[in-house]
């Protein structure tokens, strides 16, 4: 399942998560309903929280990664983040409260 994540991205930065809420709901009932599959686990992996922290959304970044954390879906969650943005301060600095706050 691919997703345009425009939508979701402009939704993160006024940090309405209604969007995601309603993704997280129907990713679970496709893998739920999906014959196919032996599992339903899922492999979820998104960048908005990426684009979010590049762009100095730090704050809903750190929404964002908390809301996806509490993750109710049977898998895995990725979100990958350049190293080279992480060395770098501010992005170092609010990377790091946002990997504390979803400990």
Known sequence: MLVNRADFYVNAMTENLDAFDN???EIIEKAKNDDKRNDKHVLLTADCATSLLKNKYFEQCINLENGWHEKPFAGSYLCPYPNELLKQY??????L???IATI
């Open 97 to 99: 409260s946002c990997f």
């Open 90 to 95: 501010p992005y170092n600095y609010y990377y």
């Open 23 to 25: 993704l997280k709901a």
